[in-house]
């Protein structure tokens, strides 16, 4: 059964930081391409980041670049998502998933599996 499970998220401040961990169970994490979504109230869910098995290709949305990390630990089955200068209007749950593609996509339709989410409030 595969479980991804997010942690980490929670109150901050505007221009503050939170580091969220994903870790998957029940796949062989180091062939897949994870990546990092998030959904306010009332909004669609939208891409964050991406990053493929092979480390060090990512892939950003350009409202995070310079502000986000994504990284992973295969040895873990964990990834990662560093937050800096946090906004308000990132308040949303931040969920992780999982795809066996070649490439790293912005692409909801093309994850196979997602975790429960967690909430990240930002105060201004």
């Known amino acids: 059964q595969v479980q991804l499970v997010e942690s980490g998220g929670g109150l901050v401040q505007a221009g503050g930081s939170l580091r969220l961990s994903c870790a998957a169970s029940?796949?062989?994490?180091?062939?897949?391409?994870m990546g990092w979504f998030r959904q306010a109230p009332g909004k669609e869910r939208e891409f964050v980041a991406a990053?493929?098995?092979?480390?060090?290709?990512?892939y950003y949305a350009d409202s995070v670049k310079g502000r986000f990390t994504i990284s992973r630990d295969n040895a873990e089955n964990t990834v990662y998502l560093q937050m800096n200068s946090l906004k308000p209007e990132e308040t949303a749950v931040y969920s992780c998933?999982?795809?066996?593609?070649?490439?790293?996509?912005?692409?909801?339709?093309?994850?196979?599996?997602w975790g429960q989410g967690t909430q990240v409030t930002v105060s201004s």
């Open positions: 998933a999982a795809n066996l593609l070649a490439f790293v996509t912005s692409s909801v339709t093309e994850y196979d599996y």
């Open positions: 029940g796949i062989t994490f180091s062939r897949y391409t």
């Open positions: 990053i493929k098995w092979t480390v060090g290709n990512t």
